[in-house]
C-alpha cells in the first residue's frame, strides 16, 4: 500500500485484507473497485470484514475498459468521504491498473491534478502503475466540477467563454497551515474561500491546490469583489483540529489582475517571493510565539 497524496492511498487486495489485522496508517475508508477477474477469491462486498470502516464497492471487470457510471460513483463516493475527513485505501486485485485509473480521475475531478497525464505522473512517483486507459473520455465529462471546493475546474475555465480580464488569487502561507493544522483542515480553508468568492459575486474557478482563477468584465470590477473577499476572508472562524475546535483569525490570500493566464501566475509568485516576514497573519504569529518555530518556518 502506497500513500500517494493527501488523504488517499493506493493498493492491491492483499493491502485491504491486511488491513482487518493491522492498520498503521489509521485508513478509515476503503474504495474496493475489483470487479471479475482471473483471479480468485472473486472480487466481492467485503464490507462485512470492515465494520469500523466506510467501505464501497464498485465491480469493475478487469478489461482495461473503466465505464462512466463507475467513475461517476467513485468520484462522488470519494468526495463524500474525502469531505469527512477519512483517510482512504483505493484497491483492486494488484494495484495496477484498476484503482490507479479510478484514483487519477478523482484526482483531476478534485482539482489535485490538472490533467490525466499529470495525474498519473503523480501517482507512478510512489507506484509503478499502468492505469487503464479508456477513461479519458468518461472522466472529462464529469470533471468539469471540482470536488474539494464545489466550483467549476481548470478544465471549465479552459473551456468558458473569454473575458477582458482575469484575476489570478492563492491562499497565503498554505503550505505552513497544513503543516500546521494539517491537510484536511486546508482543503476546509479552501472551501471556505471558494464560497466566500461566489457570496461577493465572482466567475470563479478552482484551478489547482490553491490557486483559484476569476473573470471578469473590468479590473475595476474585479479588485472590488476581491477585496471584500479578502476582508471576509480574514473574519475569524472556527475550525476543528488537533482534537478541539480554534478560532482562526487573519488567513488571507494574494491576487494579480490581467488579461494573460501565464503572466499573472508569473506576477503573483514574484509578489509572494518578495513579501516580507513581518506580514505573518494573527493565526502564524500565535503558532510562531506559542512554539518558536518561527525561523524553521
Known amino acids: 500500500m502506497d500513500h500517494v497524496i493527501h488523504n488517499l492511498w493506493l493498493g492491491g487486495q492483499r493491502d485491504a485484507d491486511e488491513l482487518v489485522r493491522h492498520n498503521p496508517e489509521k485508513i478509515t ?5 475489483r470487479g471479475s477477474d482471473a483471479y480468485q477469491p472473486p472480487g466481492r462486498d467485503q464490507s462485512a470484514e470492515h465494520p469500523d470502516k466506510a467501505y464501497k464497492w464498485i465491480p469493475a471487470p478487469d478489461t482495461g475498459l473503466i465505464s462512466a457510471g463507475h467513475v461517476r460513483e467513485a468520484v462522488r463516493w470519494l468526495r463524500e468521504q474525502s469531505e469527512r475527513q477519512h483517510r482512504i485505501l483505493v484497491h483492486c486485485m494488484f494495484g495496477i491498473s484498476r484503482s490507479p485509473a479510478f484514483l487519477a480521475a478523482f484526482m483531476v475531478e478534485s482539482g489535485i491534478s490538472s490533467t490525466l ?3 498519473k505522473a503523480t501517482i507512478s512517483i510512489h507506484r509503478n502503475v499502468q492505469p487503464a486507459q479508456q477513461i479519458a473520455e468518461p472522466v472529462r465529462r464529469v470533471v468539469l466540477i471540482s470536488a474539494l471546493t464545489g466550483l ?4 471549465a475555465f479552459e473551456e468558458a467563454p473569454s473575458s477582458p480580464f482575469l484575476a489570478v488569487l492563492d491562499v497565503d502561507f498554505i503550505k505552513i497551515f ?3 493544522y494539517g491537510r484536511i483542515a486546508g482543503d476546509m480553508l479552501l472551501r471556505r474561500l471558494a464560497k466566500i468568492l461566489l457570496s461577493v459575486g465572482l466567475d470563479a474557478y478552482h484551478s489547482h491546490e490553491d490557486e483559484f482563477l476569476c473573470r471578469g468584465q473590468s479590473a475595476g470590477e474585479l479588485k472590488t469583489k476581491l477585496t471584500e473577499a479578502k476582508r471576509m476572508f480574514r473574519e475569524g472562524f472556527e475550525l476543528y483540529a488537533d482534537g478541539r475546535i480554534q478560532i482562526i483569525e487573519g488567513t488571507d490570500f494574494s491576487f494579480v489582475i490581467g488579461t494573460a493566464l501565464v503572466e499573472q501566475q508569473a506576477a503573483l509568485r514574484a509578489a509572494k517571493n518578495g513579501r516580507a516576514r513581518g506580514d505573518a ?6 503558532i510562531v510565539a506559542s512554539t518558536g518555530h518561527g525561523q524553521a518556518w
Open 117 to 119: 497525464e499529470e495525474a
Open 281 to 286: 497573519p494573527e493565526w502564524l504569529r500565535q
Open 29 to 33: 475508508a476503503i474504495l474496493n473497485v
Open 152 to 155: 467549476p475546474n481548470r478544465q
Open 178 to 180: 497544513n503543516d500546521v
